[in-house]
């Protein structure tokens, strides 16, 4: 059986990966996207998941450029 704490993590994943989908096909916009990351930000524990939710945000940075068609290799 997984750890409560690895659960939710799972959950945090999932939730973020379909969040992402779903801004790639222009149903959710940058704003309502960094709102959740910015809410599961502020309720994290330590800073390996602060770390995380920068890089997603990172990511999401990349994502709309790419969906913009925009040249992202940096």
């Known amino acids: 059986m997984e750890e409560p704490r690895t659960d939710y993590k799972h959950g945090v994943s999932l939730t973020l990966v379909g969040l992402m989908n779903r801004f790639e096909q222009g149903e959710v916009t940058k704003e309502q996207y960094l709102t959740v990351v910015d809410a599961l930000q502020a309720v ?19 994502v709309e450029k790419a969906v913009a068609g925009v040249d992202t290799d940096d």
């Not at 994290?44 to 990349?62: E, G, P, T, Y």
């Open 44 to 62: 994290s524990v330590d800073d390996q998941q602060r770390d995380f939710f920068d890089a997603i945000k990172a990511l999401l940075d990349k």
